[in-house]
């Protein structure tokens, strides 16, 4: 369900600054995209700058899940073009989207339940593997010490996000919140320029819901990790976010600070329900 942006703490929030935001990390630039006769994205363009953590909010059936898969390469655009680092980025695949340092979160958990959680992790360094499955499968030398250093940043990552205690259990034995960490983890473990997280508290109780926030936060304070999110909770966006994009029927409504946003009459139009 869709929050209002009258949710509780969101009138109460002063958005103050927290960091520098650099330079545009990634730009869309006129994008639409259509599934047949469904248009999910008409010329929408807006940018991601370095640092920041960008919210992208509207309606059910907005576009801002096909956003996120145009970004990471899933889905590729009529129009329109994607510039990241500077440069245009050609149609791609999500897995060289994700080695030129994109990666993703899912709307519904995307773990492999069997498998533990340090394992789950481990599957976000595969990218930035060198040797492949026979050379490890010999495990001495060179394969070794890169072995590991990988484990070395997953370890970091496990102390970071607080899970230690849950290392070695299976993730589909894990409660929501927790297997939502786990795969906030394995994106974090390919050491990401850009994070896009799709509805990263949908599900939570106010607990974890709370610990989200503050893991998202950290992670953007102390790696300097730049964050394109897709949120329900009005309270959580306006919170947490640097600037805020409103889609609405596939078209940009509204692009500007929390506090841009929330007087923008067309996106309280919107949120209220006005017809169009
Ligand atoms: N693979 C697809 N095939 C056909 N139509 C699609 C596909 N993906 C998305 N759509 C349509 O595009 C529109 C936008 O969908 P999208 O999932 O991007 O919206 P959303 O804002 O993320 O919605 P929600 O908040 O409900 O997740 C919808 O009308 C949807 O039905």
């Not at 109460?12 to 047949?36: V, Y």
Request: with cysteine.
């Amino acid at each position: 369900m869709v929050e209002t942006l009258a949710s509780e703490g969101v009138a109460e929030h002063q958005s103050a600054p927290r960091k520098k935001i650099g330079e545009t990390l990634l730009r869309a630039d006129n994008i639409t995209l259509a599934f047949g006769g469904v248009k999910a994205l008409t010329d929408i363009s807006f940018e991601v700058r370095e640092h920041e953590i960008l919210a992208i909010i509207g309606p059910n059936g907005a576009g801002k899940t096909s956003m996120l898969n145009v970004i990471n390469g899933f889905y590729h655009p009529q129009q329109g073009r994607i510039m990241y680092l500077g440069a245009e980025r050609r149609a791609m695949r999500p897995h060289l989207a994700a080695r030129q340092g994109i990666a993703r979160t899912f709307q519904n958990v995307a773990l492999f339940k069997g498998m533990s959680t340090l394992d789950n992790i481990m599957t976000g360094r595969v990218l930035k593997m060198k040797s492949n499955i026979f050379q490890q499968a010999i495990f001495w030398g060179a394969n070794q010490r890169e072995e590991i250093a990988h484990r070395e940043v997953v370890e970091k990552i496990i102390d970071f996000l607080e899970i230690e205690a849950i290392r070695k259990t299976p993730v589909g034995r894990l409660p929501y919140g927790l297997q939502k960490r786990v795969e906030l983890a394995r994106a974090l473990a390919m050491e990401p320029k850009l994070l896009l997280l799709d509805e990263p508290m949908a599900g939570m109780n106010v607990e974890e819901k709370e610990d989200m926030c503050r893991f998202i936060l950290d992670v953007n304070d102390e790696f300097g990790t730049t964050i394109a999110l897709i949120e329900h909770d009005m309270g959580v966006v306006m919170d947490i976010s640097d600037r805020v994009v409103v889609l609405d029927y596939g078209r940009k409504l509204a692009d500007g600070t929390p506090d841009e946003v929330r007087a923008n009459q067309d996106v309280i139009d919107a949120y209220l329900g006005v017809s169009h």
